[in-house]
């Protein structure tokens, strides 16, 4: 044997890389090798389970008849031993109920009871469960350890965690925790998420007000996805007023049935150290006055903004579009985040913008990767956006790989070589064109298929204004799967004359 091969690190290195080729049976044979690869080899091998089963087939009387694994005779200490030999070495383990077979229970319970010491799973250090058997919940609650570090159970029935919490009080090693959105952890002491010293990163659901006082003074949180209701009145938040809270935090997640739930927050604490800003209603959203109100919060508390989103799940409250029409001067309060890399607004709100205005938002954000604005709920009234006007926003946002705008498409000159005017852009990767209208399916595509070569066509299945006929809404959608249709024909046509004529325009179209 070659003696580089010795080295533990480097060949633990090697394991690895066979690994990630997705060959475990190579893996598999390096353990039989010889007696100087199998122990390495086996850890690597053990590491990250996606399942229990690689670790139940290590007993020779545990079978899989129909879709049950069980046992036809009882198991012994030495069988337990044997699987403690591989248990110790897992350090990530996912375990759900989507296999095609299950687990018999007299198995589930010998693993949740194990007949020695240590347990079973001595270096488990994540997991990952979504098993909602009630067969399977003395398990999870012995897995929850205080050596934990990442809990993921957020697909777990909330009627289940009640019994799982008691078990992960009191653990100083927890960075991530995830729980079931819809589960209320309003009745969970204060003391609980403070004895979790370490957390890096909360999803859970409503919390109360101490709670949120004890988040807000975390110096380690960096990540925090809550719902809130009108039950959060703040007023433990309200006493840091004009301290620093939130000092690490550069995700916040806030879900509540109306926007208006989530503005306290940002109206407390200033968050310099944020970057990403997801706020999701599920009932009522905010007028355009509000709106505005909420944008200049965002500005002027979150400096260092990277990622903003608010999505409303309202289409069209009474009166609409009165009172619920987003300009310029709305978008124009978000200027000051010269960081912004992604802006997502699908809001109750319609948009009124133009091809200048939105050239001037381009202008302003060059780092801009995403724009999204109203592609799920659409616009529901017609566009001043054209084709000229998403050609100069490529243009002046040289990054951009996700745009979604309502547009009035329309592109006559389907005859000049590059109609798109020598605009391309090779990285944009998807076009979502809501509930743009269209004329034309040809010569739009003409028009795409040069300055935009690389991006898919999509987002045109959502319903139309409001006021248009069932048979104008099907006549857009119709338009649209042609242009999409038609677009890669032509971007391959294109891209067959430049090969004929000479031109590397097109050789370097995925940069």
Not at 261 to 275: G, K, M, N, V
Not at 354 to 372: F, I, M, P, S, V
Not at 425 to 443: C, I, Q, W, Y
Request: proline share 5%; aromatic share 8%.
């Amino acid at each position: 044997m070659h003696k580089c091969l010795q080295i533990a690190e480097l060949f633990d290195v090697v394991c690895k890389r066979v690994l990630a080729t997705g060959h475990q049976g190579s893996l598999a044979a390096l353990c039989r090798t010889c007696r100087l690869f199998h122990e390495p080899a086996l850890d690597v091998l053990y590491k990250s389970l996606e399942s229990l089963r690689p670790l139940l087939f290590c007993i020779p009387t545990i079978v899989t008849i129909g879709n049950k694994i069980t046992t036809f005779k009882e198991l012994r200490v030495s069988d337990w031993q044997r699987m403690q030999y591989y248990a110790k070495r897992v350090h990530s383990l996912r375990v759900n109920d989507q296999e095609e077979v299950v687990i018999d229970k007299t198995i589930l319970h010998g693993l949740a009871t194990s007949p020695f010491a240590p347990p079973m799973f001595t270096h488990l250090k994540r997991l990952w469960w979504s098993n909602n058997s009630a067969d399977a919940l003395p398990l999870l609650c012995s897995l929850v350890n205080a050596r934990l570090e990442w809990l993921i159970l957020h697909d777990l029935d909330p009627m289940l965690l009640p019994r799982v919490v008691p078990h992960i009080i009191s653990s100083k090693s927890l960075h991530v925790a995830c729980f079931p959105a819809k589960y209320s952890m309003r009745h969970i002491h204060p003391d609980v998420f403070q004895s979790w010293c370490n957390l890096q990163n909360l999803v859970c659901g409503r919390v109360n007000d101490a709670t949120l006082y004890h988040l807000a003074t975390s110096s380690k949180l960096t990540h925090l996805t809550i719902q809130v209701d009108e039950k959060n009145d703040y007023g433990a938040l309200m006493k840091l007023a004009g301290q620093p809270v939130f000092t690490a935090l550069q995700g916040l997640d806030i879900t509540a049935t109306h926007t208006s739930h989530c503005i306290p927050i940002l109206e407390i604490a200033e968050l310099p150290s944020l970057r990403s800003l997801r706020i999701h209603s599920t009932e009522t959203g905010l007028t355009d006055v509000e709106l505005h109100q909420c944008l200049c919060l965002i500005s002027y508390h979150c400096p260092n903004l990277r990622d903003l989103r608010m999505t409303e799940l309202q289409v069209s409250p009474p009166k609409f579009p009165a009172g619920y029409i987003i300009t310029f001067d709305t978008l124009k309060t978000l200027f000051s985040l010269r960081h912004l890399e992604t802006l997502h607004l699908n809001t109750t709100c319609t948009f009124s913008l133009d091809d200048k205005e939105l050239a001037q938002l381009a202008g302003t954000w060059l780092k801009l990767r995403a724009l999204e604005l109203g592609t799920e709920n659409g616009w529901r009234q017609p566009s001043k956006i054209t084709l000229q006007g998403f050609a100069e926003l490529l243009r002046r946002c040289p990054v951009l790989s996700v745009v979604g705008l309502a547009m009035n498409a329309w592109a006559p000159d389907i005859d000049h070589r590059r109609p798109g005017g020598g605009i391309r852009r090779n990285g944009l990767e998807v076009l979502r064109v809501a509930d743009s209208k269209v004329t034309g399916p040809l010569s739009v595509a003409a028009f795409l298929s040069d300055v935009a070569p690389n991006a898919e066509i999509t987002g045109y299945e959502i319903g139309y204004d409001i006021d248009g006929t069932f048979n104008s809404q099907m006549l857009y959608r119709e338009r649209w799967e042609d242009v999409s249709i038609l677009h890669p024909l032509l971007v391959n046509l294109r891209r067959q004359e430049a090969v004929g004529l000479g031109s590397d325009e097109y050789s370097n179209d995925r940069e």
